[in-house]
């Protein structure tokens, strides 16, 4: 995999002063926004055990690690958008080249719940 520099969330910070301490467990989400971003940039990086690890325990059944994997591995990324975030839910854009360098988007307004301290994704509605 070729290292990130800038990260992948779109906040203008490296990647290892931001998603990647959240990431590695060296900090914890604040916010469902913060862990929404986390997760995107998970998904750039192939980060599936963070992918799984931050999904819900009541929802982590819909979620095969190999579909998880997949996704990441053949999505080209390119990038993320925040479009409204409440305390539980986050609504964003996150953009990937499609067919023919087309820039498709991935619209989604996702659910997350504070449990025992951390921010879990738990489902989400996609448009
Ligand atoms: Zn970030």
Redesign the pocket.
């Known amino acids: 995999m070729t290292p990130i520099n800038l990260?992948p969330?779109g906040?203008n910070?490296s990647y290892a002063a931001?998603?990647e301490l959240i990431i590695d467990g060296k900090k914890i989400a604040q916010t469902a926004e913060e862990l929404m971003?986390?997760r995107y940039?998970a998904y750039v990086a192939g980060q599936i055990d963070y992918l799984i690890a931050t999904t819900h325990s009541s929802t982590r059944k819909n979620h095969h690690r190999k579909d998880i994997e997949n996704w990441s591995k053949s999505t080209k990324w390119v990038g993320l958008e925040i479009v409204q975030a409440t305390d539980t839910m986050v609504e964003f854009k996150a953009n990937f080249e499609g067919e023919n360098n087309s820039i498709e988007t991935h619209h989604e307004k996702s659910t997350f719940v504070l449990e025992g301290g951390k921010w879990y994704y738990v489902d989400g509605k996609f448009y």
């Open positions: 990260c969330c906040s910070n931001c998603c971003r986390s940039s």
